[in-house]
C-alpha cells in the first residue's frame, strides 16, 4: 500500500467530508423539524389523522433513497410547471435537492421513532398529568415529549449514523462529498486501493464521534432523570409520629 499517497489525497478527502457533515446536519434538523408534528399525528388514535402520516412513512421507508433522490433531482425537472415556477431556483441545485430527499427519508424514519417513544411512555405518569389538570399542550410539552426523547434516543443515534453514511449517494448527482471526491481522486491517480481505504477510515473517524457524542447525551440525560427522581424522598417519622410519611416536591 503507498502511504504516501494516502497522505496525500487527505486533504481533498477531508474537504469532501466538510460537505458530508453539512448535508448530513441539514438532512437531520429539516428531518427533525417535519417529524415532530407528524409523529404527533401518528401517535394519534384517529386513524383519519395517523393513516395519511402512515402512507407517508411507508413510501418513504419501502422505497430505496437512491430512487428518492433521483425522482427529485431529474424526474421534478420534467414537470413544466415547476421549470417556470419560482420553486425551480431551489430544485435545479443538486446540493437542495440531496437536502430535500435525505430531510424526507430521514423524517419518515424519525416519525416511527419519535411514535415509538410516545407510545412507550408509562400511561400512569400521563394519567397523572391528567389528574393535576394539564392540558394536552401542557401534557406533550412537560411530560410525554421528554420521556418520548430519552426513550428514543438509542434509536435515532442508529439513525443518524445511517444518515451520514447514506450522505455518499449524493455522489451520484454531481455533489464532491466525500465519495464522490474519492471516486475523482480514484480517476486521476488509478489507485482505487488507497484511495477508498482513506474515505473507509474517515467514515470511521466520524462515526466513532458520533456515537461517542450520543453516548454522553444519553449519560447526560440519565443522569438528569435520576436528579430529578430525588424530587421523591421518603422522610423519617418523628417519635411522635405513628407511621412514616411521603412528601413529593412539585416542580
Known amino acids: 500500500?503507498?502511504?504516501?499517497?494516502?497522505?496525500?489525497?487527505?486533504?481533498?478527502?477531508?474537504?469532501g467530508a466538510s460537505l458530508t457533515l453539512k448535508l448530513t446536519a441539514l438532512a437531520l434538523v429539516f428531518g427533525f423539524i417535519i417529524a415532530l408534528p407528524?409523529?404527533?399525528?401518528?401517535?394519534?388514535?384517529?386513524?383519519?389523522?395517523?393513516?395519511p402520516i402512515l402512507f407517508y412513512t411507508f413510501v418513504f421507508r419501502g422505497?430505496?433513497?437512491?430512487?428518492?433522490?433521483?425522482l427529485i433531482y431529474y424526474g421534478v425537472g420534467?414537470?413544466?410547471?415547476?421549470?417556470?415556477?419560482?420553486?425551480?431556483?431551489?430544485?435545479?441545485e443538486p446540493f437542495c435537492c440531496a437536502v430535500i430527499a435525505f430531510s424526507l427519508n430521514n423524517a419518515a424514519y424519525s416519525?416511527?421513532?419519535?411514535?415509538?417513544?410516545?407510545?412507550?411512555?408509562?400511561?400512569?405518569?400521563?394519567?397523572?398529568?391528567?389528574?393535576?389538570?394539564?392540558?394536552y399542550g401542557l401534557r406533550m410539552r412537560r411530560i410525554v415529549l421528554p420521556a418520548a426523547f430519552r426513550i428514543a434516543l438509542p434509536a435515532f443515534a442508529n439513525e443518524v449514523v445511517l444518515m451520514l453514511k447514506a450522505s455518499s449517494l449524493a455522489s451520484t448527482i454531481t455533489l464532491m462529498e466525500l465519495t464522490g471526491t474519492?471516486?475523482?481522486?480514484?480517476?486521476?491517480?488509478?489507485?482505487?486501493?488507497?484511495?477508498?481505504?482513506s474515505a473507509a477510515?474517515?467514515?470511521?473517524?466520524?462515526?466513532?464521534?458520533?456515537?461517542?457524542?450520543?453516548?454522553?447525551?444519553?449519560?447526560?440525560?440519565m443522569r438528569h432523570r435520576q436528579h430529578s427522581s430525588v424530587k421523591d424522598t421518603v422522610l423519617r417519622p418523628d417519635e411522635s409520629c405513628e407511621r412514616p410519611f411521603i412528601t413529593r416536591q412539585v416542580s
Open 1 to 15: 500500500m503507498n502511504w504516501s499517497l494516502t497522505l496525500e489525497v487527505l486533504p481533498a478527502l477531508l474537504l
Open 63 to 70: 422505497t430505496p433513497l437512491l430512487v428518492q433522490l433521483f
Open 78 to 92: 420534467q414537470i413544466e410547471w415547476i421549470r417556470s415556477s419560482a420553486a425551480w431556483t431551489v430544485l435545479r
Open 201 to 221: 477510515l474517515i467514515y470511521l473517524a466520524l462515526t466513532f464521534v458520533v456515537v461517542r457524542l450520543f453516548r454522553h447525551l444519553e449519560r447526560h440525560v
Open 111 to 135: 416519525v416511527e421513532i419519535l411514535r415509538g417513544g410516545i407510545r412507550s411512555v408509562p400511561v400512569g405518569e400521563i394519567e397523572a398529568a391528567k389528574a393535576l389538570g394539564m392540558s
Open 38 to 51: 407528524l409523529a404527533l399525528l401518528r401517535a394519534s388514535p384517529s386513524p383519519f389523522l395517523s393513516y
Open 182 to 197: 474519492a471516486r475523482k481522486v480514484v480517476s486521476q491517480t488509478f489507485s482505487p486501493y488507497e484511495v477508498f481505504i
